[in-house]
Structure formats: C-alpha cells, structure tokens
C-alpha cells in the first residue's frame, strides 16, 4: 500500500492558467460534448491555502451522451472510474498527462447535486475572505496533524464544509 503525503500549500498564482492548459486540451476533445468546464476545489478559490491538485468538473447536459464522453476522453488518456460511491459524478483517471499540472477530472450532468454543491462552496468562498482565510488554516493545520492519513485530514476539515453547506443551503 502506497501511504501520500497530504501536503498543503499557500495559493499558487499559477493554478488558474495550470487549470486553463487543461481546459483547453479537454474542450478540443469534446468540443459540444462538454456544456461547461468548471474549476473547483480549493484551488480555484485565490488566496485559499490548498494541496496543489487542479479539480475540474466537466459539465453534459444530461447522461444521454455520456458513452461519446467516455469515448472522447479515451483518446486523450482518460479512463472512467466509475462515481466512486457518489452519485451525480463521474471520475476519470488519466496517463501520459506530464505536461499538465496533477488533476482530478470529474463529469457530472448539469442537474447534479454534487455540481451544484462544488459550484455554491467556490462562489461563497470566492466572495467571502474572512471563511478563505479560516478554511485555509483548518486545512493547514489538518495537513501538519494528518499528513500520512488522508482520510483524518478530510474529515479534520469536514466540520468547516458541513458548516458552509448549512449556510448556503446544499
């Protein structure tokens, strides 16, 4: 078993066209498949303390053409995984990608829960500093307690997300 150090690190200026050299090679696989290409996660909150790892979900309007999805994205080196036990949401593992930044790749229909969950966390942290600054410190502290165990850093920070969730009503 592979242990990963959970590394947490202050906001890279550099995430964002990291997240476009992505979007773009994603939009020239799919072209109309994709309704929207969002970034999301931590990374793509400025100022937000993060493990730099670019997420991304890749918006279809429903799942009638998601075997043309899976198709396009096989000719570029993404594999599907599966929901990964969450509904809505659709993983991709990738190979051969060295020339991007590390990523998770996410599809998920516009009507989705999880969606909608992703988008109202980064709007609410985007327009809200005071919860960018403190989020950033649970996820460094987290890090600094936890940094062989993914799953006590995650659950070390859930409190806060469960808390903005109430707040924003998702």
């Known amino acids: 078993m ?3 150090h959970v590394i947490v690190q202050a906001y890279d200026e550099h995430w964002e066209h990291d997240f476009l050299q992505i979007k ?12 929207k290409i969002e970034h999301v996660g931590s990374t793509s909150v400025r100022g937000l303390s993060a493990k ?3 997420d991304i979900d890749v918006v279809i309007q429903d799942y009638s053409q998601f075997d043309k999805v899976i198709s396009a994205l096989g000719e570029i080196g993404y ?3 599966g929901n990964l036990g969450i509904a809505g949401r659709e993983a991709f593992r990738y190979e051969g990608k060295d020339h991007l930044k590390k990523h998770h790749l996410y599809v998920c229909p516009q009507d989705s829960d999880e969606l909608k969950r992703h988008i109202a966390f980064r709007n609410y942290l985007r327009s809200h500093p ?4 403190e989020y950033s410190l649970i996820k460094e502290e987290g890090a600094r307690l936890y940094p062989y165990e993914i799953e006590k850093y995650i659950q070390y920070k859930s409190s806060f997300i ?3 969730y109430q ?3 998702v």
């Open 162 to 164: 469960e808390k903005i």
């Open 52 to 54: 730099p790892i670019i």
């Open 167 to 169: 707040e924003i009503g």
């Open 2 to 4: 592979v242990t990963k």
């Open 24 to 35: 773009t090679e994603l939009q020239d696989a799919l072209g109309e498949l994709a309704y």
């Open 130 to 133: 005071d919860a960018v600054r």
């Open 79 to 81: 594999h599907h995984e």
